[in-house]
């Protein structure tokens, strides 16, 4: 396990080459009292993290403004005490940045690859974030089995496909929020049918992070319509294949 160097802790700093570069100041704006613990956090991607290929080492100059900041204004978005899930999230991103902009979000940091649930478990135990938890699995595994009001996602699949992945984790009214890159309008428009399959009922793109990022972090706003209906239409549809696969089976008269 890696260590970080707590306030009354004498453990060493990390080595200069291992280190984020310094925070910007409006690091300082967006994390407020946790500051310090996010240029901790900078830091562990920035060591082990490329170390364990959580980031790129090409990536470490720009951890600050392409990664933590651009994530953690998404936080402006989250309603307050919000359930969010964040799916296949890698390094923890952006699910980190939002705990630690947010600490009234409860999240859970879904990722199905072992190598990196571990150094997301020992991120969380290093900073002390007793506001997120992380599990390892596949999104597909938890359908019916959790109930987030926000799911958030990075970089992690085409939107029609991240849809039939976050979607079914949302309870009723639920969002996902898709951080996405110059094409998200684009991609949106080609991936509504899909969307209205999933039973959302409304879509944007939307910018976040003024004064903070530029440029603004891009989000595709996904809501749903209430899981009771959802889950009608899909037991009907489930009925209807049974009753026509029963039908096939059935010896002529």
Not at 144 to 157: F, K, Q
Not at 161 to 166: F, N, R
Request: glycine content about 10%; proline content about 6%; some cysteine.
């Amino acid at each position: 396990m890696f260590h970080v160097k707590r306030q009354d802790d004498t453990t060493p700093d990390p080595p200069v080459d291992e280190r984020a570069p310094a925070a910007p100041e409006a690091a300082g704006r967006l994390f407020g009292a946790n500051l310090d613990r996010a240029i901790r956090y900078a830091d562990l991607l920035a060591g082990p993290g490329v170390r364990r290929g959580m980031v790129g080492p090409r990536e470490v100059g720009r951890l600050w403004e392409r990664h933590l900041l651009n994530c953690g204004v998404v936080a402006e978005l989250i309603a307050e005490n919000a359930i969010v899930h964040d799916v296949g999230s890698g390094g923890g991103l952006p699910g980190i940045p939002l705990a630690l902009v947010r600490p009234d979000l409860r999240i859970t940091l879904v990722e199905p690859l072992l190598r990196r649930t571990t150094f997301l478990d020992e991120v969380v135990e290093e900073l002390g974030l007793d506001n997120v938890e992380v599990l390892r699995g596949r999104a597909e595994e938890l359908r019916g089995r959790t109930s987030a009001d926000v799911v958030t996602a990075r970089a992690v699949a085409p939107l029609a496909k991240l849809a039939g992945w976050g979607l079914p984790l949302l309870g009723s009214g639920g969002e996902m929020l898709a951080l996405k890159g110059d094409s998200a309008a684009e991609e949106l428009l080609e991936s509504e049918a899909d969307l209205r399959k999933l039973g959302a009922v409304s879509w944007t793109v939307a910018h976040a992070g003024a004064g903070i990022v530029d440029p603004l972090t891009t989000v595709v706003r996904v809501r749903i319509g209430t899981v009771v209906a959802r889950e009608s239409r899909e037991s009907r549809a489930a009925k209807a294949r049974r009753t026509a696969k029963t039908a096939r089976r059935r010896p002529a008269k």
